[in-house]
């Protein structure tokens, strides 16, 4: 309806502006990180306030990266061919460290045969980092991530599946996932999940999230297959 069309215009102005604003504070963020280091090894600071004060100015860089993406005037979407089994094992080291202290063991199962997603990269590196990194801290004590995948040629497109043994997502917040600050964690941005649906939806794919039984949650991220269109076999 017409509301809904000047709401989304409203909405889509004041994520220009936030992303023109994000990219603005990059700069003077990146002098305070560097003359913060330098105090820190010049004079014999206080090295709990020199960890806080890092540790804020990371928050900052991580909050701003996340505005950025959603209206980046100066990088272009590129939609290449890409083979989604690179991807997925190229995420893998990014994401290890954390893993490994949380005790969760990342499994991704081989494919019976490669699948060229017609994506922009980093983008979809993007989206599955923050899906991982959220099924990872659901995980405190430690537990299971399993990645598949599954092509539907009839459809054009491939689906990957990621699913946690964390303990899932209230019923009655699961339609406020991608709500921009929308966070249960104490140190959470509730950027995340807002920042994958912007993502997906312009690369024409679809995210969902749901619970599954006994315990857990389990993503599915549909996206386009190189060949849509059908001229390759
Ligand atoms: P953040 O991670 O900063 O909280 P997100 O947008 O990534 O922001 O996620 C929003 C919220 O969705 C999380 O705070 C959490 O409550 C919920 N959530 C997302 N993924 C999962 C998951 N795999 N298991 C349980 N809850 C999740
Ligand atoms: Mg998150």
Known sequence: SEQ??????????????????AHEIRNPLTA?????QL??????????????MMGELERINYI??????????HHRQELKAENLHDILIGIVPILES?????????????PSEACLVRCDMNQIKQVLI????????????????????????IKGEVAVWI????PGI??????????PFFTTKEKGAGLGLMVCYKIVETHEGRLSIRNRPPSGAAVTLTLPLWERGGIVA
């Open 163 to 166: 699913e946690d043994d964390g």
């Open 39 to 52: 105090l820190h090894r010049n004079a014999d600071s206080n090295s709990r306030y020199y960890e806080i």
């Open 64 to 73: 701003v990266g996340e505005f950025m993406v959603l209206s980046k005037p």
């Open 4 to 21: 809904w069309l000047i709401r989304s215009e409203k909405l889509s102005v004041i994520g220009q502006l936030a992303a023109g604003v």
């Open 98 to 110: 954390q893993a490994i202290l949380h005790n969760v063991v990342l499994r991704i199962e081989p």
């Open 170 to 179: 209230p019923a009655e917040l699961l339609e406020r996932l991608g709500e």
């Open 32 to 36: 305070l990180k560097g003359f913060t």
């Open 130 to 153: 923050n899906l991982m990194k959220n099924a990872i801290e659901a995980m405190p004590t430690g537990g299971t991530i399993d990645i598949r995948y599954e092509r539907d040629r």
